[in-house]
């Protein structure tokens, strides 16, 4: 779960990236649609220039709320060696014309401009050869693609920001992965990226393809994807991971389908079919966290629901994961969908498993992580058919709660001032009121509405895990980090505890992994901002035994 409810200025800060070194010849001319929360909101073309002289990178954008820039058109010039030469923006911005001019000399970036009826004159020092961030576009990607090529893991970069700021970009991770398009594979290499903005840390994933070419841009925590028009389809998804036994699938849900992997054992333990009929296998649904879409569950790098599926399938269980709706290969509306909706959807796959000649259907249970431990027990709560319910790293509060305790504990590590955490926590409060009951934003800041007025988070504000308990009588097991910072150990004990005295369960079972944090994989201080220098990105054996031996145990016990 995110620590706090991100806003959409925070991603225009550092929306555009743009520089290169290495160039292929000639002109080319790309297109890519912009999706916020999975709807699309906008496109931008691309044309990119090398010759002689260096590249030349030109944008134009045109967007729909509740973006900021409605239209306008990016000009970037590098010179040959790679350095920054001029930046010539013309948008619209909330309704006022922007213009923007910037030059390079001798390690100067000097602006003049004008937003609306206000001048802009700056001149700032910045790094030699630093890329060219300006606000709003998100074609210059396409030069950060190419200056990314030749670095590694752990390397470092300088970007500038026009006429703000210069920032650092650290590459977290750097991987080999493939984007399935229909019944294609397209080869990508993805870049894992940390923005070091003034206001905080933004991650972002970048992704090329074999000949450097930009594919995608993916902001998780503003749910932003920036998408090439030939892989934008919802037939393709990004394989971020695979086990030997996946399967692509395609599950029918409430008007649309879901597109999903089922990871099949190598060994498998099923109970044995009528004369002639292969053994039923006993399943298990795996469910992410909020503001994870994939159905390989990465956060961080870190794909958790990708490793639990073939952790769960080597005990000899079948697995199967989906993209959340509207992600990836499933449809649905992504800006309409509640966690009773993403319920419903896990009811759909159990359905659809249940009706299976190879999967038994009394034996099929539903594992969540996170905010999918919510979910997981609303589907367990609204379909008895589920034989098990097992919750990872489950809040113990409701969904208000919960963003005001995350939001005190960044502070904590901010060491913000009492007067600054006040003012803060004060703006939540009133953030998570007027979402929850449609009045009071004009307390609120317009950019802070537009990112917080969704169905989703108004259902996670409001959910409560005390209530959706009650109904629950299937066997539960609670799996917790030791070291989780975005769910605090605290939050196993309690959430126990409801479910021993308020649910209907008559098996409630407690696991607590010793030098875990909230992604499931070994730590040492557990707190996001490790995130990027873990060595180890994988998931804790002692959480996958933990769960494959309550599972094993569990459907044991089903005649």
């Given amino acids: 779960m995110p620590s706090s409810y991100c806003i959409w200025a925070l991603v225009l800060l550092l929306a555009v990236p743009a520089a290169a070194q290495q160039a292929p010849a000639a002109t080319r001319m790309s297109g890519f649609t912009i999706f916020l929360q999975g709807a699309p909101i906008g496109r931008e073309d691309v044309t990119t220039h090398d010759d002689a002289n260096g590249l030349a990178i030109t944008s134009q954008a045109r967007r729909s709320p509740p973006a900021v820039t409605a239209s306008g058109t990016l000009e970037i010039r590098y010179r040959a060696d790679g350095s920054p030469q001029s930046v010539l923006l013309e948008s619209t911005n909330e309704g006022q014309p922007l213009t923007l001019r910037t030059r390079f000399e001798d390690g100067n970036a000097i602006s003049e401009g004008n937003q609306g009826a206000v001048p802009i004159t700056k001149t700032d020092k910045i790094t030699p050869g630093a890329v060219l961030l300006p606000n709003g576009f998100f074609g210059p990607h396409v030069a950060l693609a190419r200056r990314l090529a030749p670095l590694n893991a752990g390397a470092e970069i300088r970007a500038y920001i026009p006429p703000y700021a210069e920032v650092g970009i650290q590459i977290s991770a750097v991987a080999n992965q493939r984007i399935q398009t229909g019944t294609t ?7 894992e990226l940390l923005f070091a903005n003034p206001n905080g840390i933004l991650s972002m994933t970048l992704s090329v393809d074999g000949t450097g070419d930009l594919i995608s841009v993916r902001i998780p925590a503003q749910q932003l994807d920036i998408v090439r028009d030939d892989v934008s389809s919802a037939t393709t998804r990004l394989q971020t991971y695979a086990n030997p036994g996946d399967e692509p699938v395609t599950i029918p849900a409430a008007g649309f389908n879901l597109g999903a992997t089922l990871t099949r054992p190598a060994t498998p333990v099923g109970r044995g079919g009528a004369s002639g009929q292969p053994a039923r296998l006993p399943a298990v649904i795996l469910l992410p966290g909020s503001g994870v879409g994939d159905r390989d569950g990465v956060a961080a790098g870190v794909p958790t629901l990708g490793q639990l599926a073939g952790a769960i399938a080597d005990a000899g269980f079948v697995a199967v994961r989906f993209d959340k709706r509207g992600y990836g290969q499933s449809g649905g509306r992504v800006e309409s969908a509640t966690l009773n909706d993403f319920a419903e ?65 960044v502070l904590d590590r901010m060491k913000a001032t009492d007067a600054d955490r006040q003012a803060k926590v004060e703006l939540q409060a009133k953030i998570n009121a007027a979402v929850i009951s449609g009045r009071g934003w004009d307390a609120v800041p317009a950019d802070v509405k537009r990112q917080a007025d969704t169905p989703w988070f108004q259902s996670l504000l409001m959910f409560d895990p005390a209530k959706a308990i009650k109904d629950v009588r299937q066997p539960i097991l609670f799996v917790h980090g030791e070291l989780d910072k975005q769910v605090p150990i605290s939050h196993v004990g309690r959430i126990s505890d409801l479910a021993r005295k308020q649910s209907k369960s008559k098996s409630v079972s407690e696991v607590t992994v010793k030098g875990v944090n909230h992604l499931l994989v070994p730590a040492v201080t557990g707190e996001v901002d490790e995130y990027a220098t873990l060595t180890d990105r994988n998931v804790s054996k002692d959480v996958t035994a933990a769960i494959n031996d309550w599972l094993t145990k569990t459907f044991a016990a089903i005649r």
């Avoid at 594979?185 to 870049?191: K, P």
């Avoid at 589907?379 to 969904?399: H, M, W």
């Fill in 185 to 191: 594979t397209l080869d990508v290499r993805t870049y």
């Fill in 345 to 409: 959807d896990a009811v759909a796959v159990m359905k659809w498993l249940a009706a299976r000649k190879d999967i038994d259907p009394k034996r099929i249970a539903v594992v969540g992580h996170s905010e999918g431990a919510w979910v997981a027990l609303l589907a367990a709560a609204r379909e008895k058919r589920f034989a098990a319910v097992a919750a990872i790293a489950a809040p113990s509060v409701t969904g208000s709660e919960l963003v005001l305790e995350q939001q005190r504990h």
